[in-house]
């Protein structure tokens, strides 16, 4: 089926979906597990030995669900004085992020971490750097009352989307209890599940086209599995499956000159501090698209980044060579973004 499952009939995709063990969806709170029912399609690999593996091809959703959570993901009203929007900070058709070291919240605040991308997040293990989050759908919850970010409230919400016609209906026709926040954040966590960006160079490799790599790209990844890139970033995210620590073979925040806040990491969720300075391995799909880089955005090219995971991460110096195949190898995870922003406001 795949994306042109958006255009089938709602009963046959609530059908088809149930014939489906759903791959990732834990309990979203909402009241009706039917409609948020949640599936991804894959497609075979000619490469099933690789480390690394293609990412969905489709899926299988509610595509009224996926229609109001993108509504609501684009809509500013959902701030405290509407004027941002979840795709301020994640925009979708730039790379699911703002391009920026650090967001601007409302009333033009500096937030205190480089906004990771909502593509392919779907795929990871756990949301935010610290992984602080579970689930999507408990993601959602942090932003919109965020005082630096969205500075609204849940309550407030809930009684706008409840008085606006258009929203309250699409509600009522999909939920038995119509408007509330779990349905909210079940609608704009379905819709980023769909945020997947297949069809990349790499991907296209792995399904067996076997042109479809440049001879640097496969020799860069030839080189990130053998320099050890692909212990930490693996899996169909290439990142996004295990906590590791940032600095495995030297300090690197004291070298940057001191820790702060941000730099802490897991121990901030586990109080264990032998969690200090452990993040969620960033996925690397599309990382060509993301740049800063890293939670404290020091780094603004694949280069840099490339010789600092090296440094840190492998206790090992890479020649420029070598950085430049590995990051040729990491262009070639650029997919194909989505279309979306449908009926923004
Ligand atoms: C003002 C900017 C801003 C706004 C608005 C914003 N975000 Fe974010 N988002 C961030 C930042 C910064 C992070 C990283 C925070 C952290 O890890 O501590 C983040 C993290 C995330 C993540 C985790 C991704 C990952 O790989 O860990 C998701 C998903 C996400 N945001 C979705 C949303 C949704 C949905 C909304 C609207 C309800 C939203 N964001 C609004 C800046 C923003
Ligand atoms: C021991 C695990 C580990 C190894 C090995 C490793 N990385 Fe990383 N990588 C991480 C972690 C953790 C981060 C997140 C660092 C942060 O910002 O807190 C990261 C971040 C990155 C980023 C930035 C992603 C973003 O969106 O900001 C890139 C690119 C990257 N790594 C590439 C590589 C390459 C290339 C190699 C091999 C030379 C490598 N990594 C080796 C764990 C690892």
């Not at 149930?18 to 979203?28: E, W």
């Not at 706008?160 to 609608?187: E, M, Q």
């Not at 890293?294 to 991460?313: G, I, N, P």
Request: charged content about 20%.
């Amino acid at each position: 089926m795949g994306a042109t499952s958006l255009r089938a009939p709602r009963a046959a995709l609530l059908v088809a979906a149930s014939l489906l063990v759903a791959a990732c969806v834990g309990d979203t709170g909402a009241a009706d597990v039917a409609v948020t029912r949640f599936a991804y399609v894959y497609a075979p690999s000619a490469h099933p030995d690789e480390p690394i593996q293609p990412l969905p091809v489709g899926y299988e959703a509610n595509a009224d669900l996926v229609r109001l959570g993108d509504q609501l993901f684009h809509d500013k009203g959902l701030s405290g004085d509407g004027t941002v929007a979840c795709a301020s900070c994640h925009s979708v058709p730039d790379g699911g992020d703002d391009g920026l070291g650090r967001s601007t919240g409302i009333r033009g605040q500096k937030g205190g971490i480089n906004a990771p991308t909502v593509l392919n997040s779907g795929l990871n293990m756990a949301q935010f750097w610290n992984g602080r989050a579970e689930t999507l759908e408990e993601q959602a919850k942090g932003p919109v009352e965020h005082p630096k970010e969205m500075g609204g409230s849940w309550d407030a919400v809930v009684a706008r989307v409840a008085a606006d016609p258009g929203y309250a209906g699409a509600f009522d026709a999909l939920f038995p209890d119509g408007v509330t926040a779990d349905n909210i954040r079940a609608a704009i966590a379905t819709f980023e599940r769909t945020l997947i960006t297949p069809d990349s160079p790499f991907d296209r490799w792995l399904r067996g086209e076997d042109g479809a790599l440049s001879e640097r790209q496969l020799a860069g990844y030839q080189l990130f599995k053998a320099a050890g890139c692909v212990t930490c970033h693996q899996g169909r995210n290439v990142g996004g499956n295990m906590y590791q620590v940032f600095g495995v073979m030297g300090d690197y925040f004291e070298d940057r000159g001191g820790e702060e806040e941000a730099d802490l990491g897991r121990v901030a969720v586990t109080h264990d501090e032998g969690d200090r300075h452990v993040f969620r391995v960033p996925s690397l799909r599309n990382v060509a698209l993301t740049a800063p880089y890293f939670h404290d955005a020091s780094a603004s090219s694949l280069e840099d980044v490339v010789r600092v995971m090296a440094t840190y991460q492998l206790g090992r110096m890479l020649d420029d060579e070598e950085t430049a195949l590995i990051v040729e190898f990491l262009k070639s995870l650029t997919g194909t973004i989505p279309a979306t922003g449908g009926g923004a406001r």
